[in-house]
């Protein structure tokens, strides 16, 4: 190997060592965001189930995944007003970016 080819490998390798931390850097996951969800039906009612679909397709249309870039916290209080409360508290000690409340008297609920 003569003295140009080494110091072509050698330039070469530096550079690869530079740009190698950057392109890591470039595949970084942006920060997951946390939702959480307070439905006022019970887990399995069919229409507790069609309106977090379309909820989830909503995201979805605007660009977010559970799989990808958001994480829900559902919580269900199954037409149980004593839990709106108990419920609330909970998705807030979990410190979600959003809280999507379903009908009035669960957006109402305050934790204590």
Avoid: H
């Amino acid at each position: 190997m003569n003295r140009r080819q080494f110091i072509t490998l050698l330039g070469c390798a530096a550079a690869s060592c530079v740009s190698w931390p950057l392109a890591a850097r470039a595949q970084q996951q942006e920060r997951v965001r946390r939702i959480g969800v307070l439905m006022n039906n019970a887990e399995d009612d069919p229409e507790s189930k069609a309106q977090l679909v379309g909820f989830r397709q909503g995201l979805q249309q605007l660009g977010w995944s559970e799989d990808r870039n958001i994480r829900m916290y559902v919580r269900f209080a199954a037409d149980r007003p004593d839990q709106y409360q108990v419920l609330a508290k909970e998705l807030v000690a979990l410190q979600p970016d959003a809280i999507f409340a379903y009908t009035t008297p669960i957006t109402a609920a305050k934790p204590k």
